[in-house]
């Protein structure tokens, strides 16, 4: 039996192409991670089998016919962290965000099928225990391109981060200088669905994102240690250190022309949003029990409203405006990579072992209806800014500011801090 995938063509030309104006589908790339000890200890037998580099194969238990996928890259368990990176063509989306478009990577899959580790690598075995090198994730290649990228324009460009985590339906900001509080989701013409108050953290200087890379990967903690280390998660059957919410951290990248004279004004400029979803879990595969059960429900209807409105879009005499984008705080914050003008990857996760079978075949039924959806990449049009929003980011580099010169000053003179107050 054959399953739709992606139409026939050259993979490189996919992910190649301009996107302006075009109807552009959703890349998606598939990952098969290896097998675990505990699948291996327990005998488990590999499903799948990729062919070429575009194929998987999934053999159903008692000999039925191959069930057929094919996507726009297919991994298979011996691909390493580096051919990842390759294979996804992230560099191309890179250099469509440093060309001003809003570009998002999202890893999708079940519960322990190795989204985070695609993304951002194996956790730290410990504190203060680097990750090699060799095993940093997408984020961090990107990180290390794009600064590359942005040392040789000859535009002076500035980089600003946000880090948020979507738990229990409720938006926690990572990067928050205090303990972490909802944020509100808000919608208007110009942003389409934003989170206000999210703190977006700018880096000065190239040289200033690198310590923080460095930091990031040493297991220093830095802003982004500190928001990994925040995010929630725990253990469960199926992964000993499971994620619990939905994570997305945006870079914002802007060049500063001569032509853009306001200071007070942020230029406009491109988006690169990696997306870390929590997997979709069967409760009773995971023992998930109290809490543990709430949010395995809370993620399986957030991923169950992203499904609904893939689906939908799929039609194509649908409107915009009737996509469910509403239905949750994650559909919302990627209605643009879905619907609008963004452009996107999907890194479809997924285990070999034919326990994990059902779920295996979920995630790739769901990652073939996405490659279906297209998106008609625009960059903005132009640099205008609702004032309000110009105050919003003038007072969150206010607050960076503030914060940064705290800690300088509780360096030189840690008593001399009470005097100063609570402050932010
Ligand atoms: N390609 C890989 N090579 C080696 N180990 C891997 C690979 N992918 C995943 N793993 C390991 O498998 C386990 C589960 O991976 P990970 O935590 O990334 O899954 P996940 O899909 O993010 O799960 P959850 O949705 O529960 O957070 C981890 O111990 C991870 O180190």
Same mark, same amino acid.
């Given at each position: ?205 190239? /040289?200033?994102?690198? %310590? =923080?890379?460095?930091?990031?990967? *040493?297991?220093? @903690? &830095?802003?982004?240690? !500190? +928001? ?58 995971? /023992?998930?029990?109290? %809490? =543990?059960?709430?949010?395995?429900? *809370?993620?399986? @209807? &957030?991923?169950?409203? !992203? +499904? ?73 049009? &132009? ?42």
């Amino acid at each position: 039996m054959e399953e739709r995938g992606s139409p026939d063509g050259d993979p490189e030309l996919n992910l190649d192409q301009g996107p302006e104006g075009l109807e552009t589908p959703i890349q998606v790339v598939l990952r098969v991670r290896p097998m675990s000890t505990a699948e291996l200890r327990r005998g488990e037998q590999s499903a799948l089998r990729c062919s070429g580099t575009r194929t998987l194969h999934v053999r159903p238990p008692g000999g039925a016919q191959d069930v057929v996928f094919r996507f726009s890259a297919v991994l298979d368990a011996s691909r390493t962290q580096e051919d990842v990176f390759q294979a996804c063509g992230v560099r191309r989306l890179g250099e469509l965000a440093l060309r001003g478009f809003s570009c998002t990577v999202f890893t999708f899959g079940q519960t322990g099928s190795g989204k985070t580790y695609t993304l951002t690598g194996p956790r730290p075995q410990g504190e203060g225990v680097p990750v090699p090198p060799s095993l940093a994730g997408i984020m961090q290649r990107t990180f290390t391109w794009l600064l590359e990228q942005v040392q040789h324009l000859g535009t002076p460009t500035t980089l600003h981060a946000s880090y948020l985590e979507i738990y229990n339906e409720k938006v926690r900001d990572l990067l928050s200088s205090g303990s972490p509080r909802p944020l509100p989701v808000r919608w208007n013409k110009t942003r389409g669905f934003y989170v206000e108050q999210l703190r977006v953290v700018e880096f000065g200087s190239l /040289g200033a994102l690198m %310590e =923080l890379l460095q930091m990031v990967r *040493s297991g220093s @903690r &830095s802003f982004f240690s !500190l +928001g990994l280390s925040r995010r929630r998660s725990s253990a469960h059957t199926l992964n000993q250190t499971s994620s619990r919410s939905h994570a997305l951290l945006t870079l914002y990248i802007n060049h500063h022309t001569m032509s853009h004279m306001d200071p007070r004004v942020p230029p406009a400029g491109g988006k690169l949003c990696f997306v870390d979803l929590a997997g979709s879990e069967k409760v009773a595969a995971t /023992g998930s029990r109290g %809490e =543990l059960m709430l949010e395995a429900n *809370s993620i399986n @209807r &957030s991923l169950l409203a !992203l +499904g609904h409105c893939i689906s939908l879009l799929l039609d194509p005499h649908r409107k915009q405006s009737h996509i469910p984008f509403r239905d949750s705080k994650l559909t919302k914050l990627l209605a643009d990579s879905l619907g609008g003008r963004g452009v996107t990857l999907m890194v479809a996760c997924v285990s070999p072992s034919v326990q994990c079978l059902p779920e295996t075949l979920s995630t790739l039924r769901y990652a073939s209806r996405a490659q279906r959806v297209t998106t008609r990449p625009q960059p903005p049009k &132009s640099p205008a800014i609702k004032p309000t929003q110009c105050l919003e980011t003038e007072i969150l580099q206010l607050q960076e500011e503030n914060r940064r010169l705290r800690s300088q000053l509780v360096q030189i003179d840690p008593k001399g801090m009470n005097s100063l107050g609570s402050g932010l």
